[in-house]
C-alpha cells in the first residue's frame, strides 16, 4: 500500500464520518400518504426547512386510496416544469386520512375538508393561509396544468 492510498483512505473515511451526522439529521418528508407517520412531527420538520429556505409549505392530505390524489402525484412527475415551481415556492408534506388512521385530532386545526386530496397553505410559522379544494383544479381525468401553475404562483412568496 503507498502512501498515497492511505492518505485517500483516512480522507474518505473522515469526510463520511463528518458527513454522516448531517445525513442522518436532515428531515426525511413523507413520499406517500402513510398512515403510521406522525403528521406533527412531519409538519414540524417541513416548517423547519421551509424557514431555512424561504419557502411556504402544503399539506396535501389524501391517502393511497385516493384516485385524485395519484393522479396528481403524476402530475407532477410528468411535468418538470411544474414540480420545480412547486419546489421552488413549497415544501411539500404529504398527510394521511385514511381508515386505518383518519389522523383528526391533526387535522382539526384546519377547516373542514370536502374532498381529497386537499390543500392547505401555510407560512413557514405554521399560520394558515389558505385551504384549496383540488376538485376545482380539475380537467376532465386529469388536473388543469395552468390552473395548478396558477394557484402554485399566487400562494408563493
Not at 31 to 52: H, K, M, Q, V, Y
Not at 86 to 109: H, I, M, P, T
Not at 116 to 131: A, I, M, N
Request: net charge positive; with cysteine.
Amino acid at each position: 500500500m503507498t502512501v498515497m492510498t492511505i492518505s485517500r483512505r483516512r480522507f474518505l473515511v473522515t469526510a463520511a464520518s463528518l458527513l454522516a451526522p448531517c445525513a442522518a439529521a436532515a428531515p426525511i418528508l413523507p413520499t406517500d400518504f402513510d398512515p403510521g407517520r406522525n403528521p406533527a412531527r412531519d409538519l414540524a420538520a417541513a416548517l423547519e426547512i421551509a424557514r431555512s429556505t424561504n419557502r411556504r409549505v402544503i399539506v396535501d392530505v389524501g391517502g393511497e386510496w385516493c384516485t385524485w390524489c395519484h393522479i396528481l402525484d403524476r402530475l407532477f412527475s410528468i411535468d418538470a416544469e411544474l414540480k420545480r415551481v412547486r419546489d421552488r415556492g413549497f415544501v411539500w408534506l404529504k398527510v394521511n386520512f385514511s381508515n386505518q388512521n383518519r389522523n383528526e385530532a391533526f387535522l382539526r386545526r384546519w377547516p373542514k375538508i370536502p374532498g381529497y386530496p386537499h390543500l392547505f397553505v401555510l407560512e413557514g410559522d405554521g399560520r394558515l393561509l389558505h385551504s384549496q379544494d383540488t376538485a376545482v383544479l380539475e380537467d376532465g381525468k386529469s388536473y388543469d396544468v395552468g390552473a395548478m401553475r396558477a394557484f402554485l404562483v399566487k400562494w408563493s412568496l
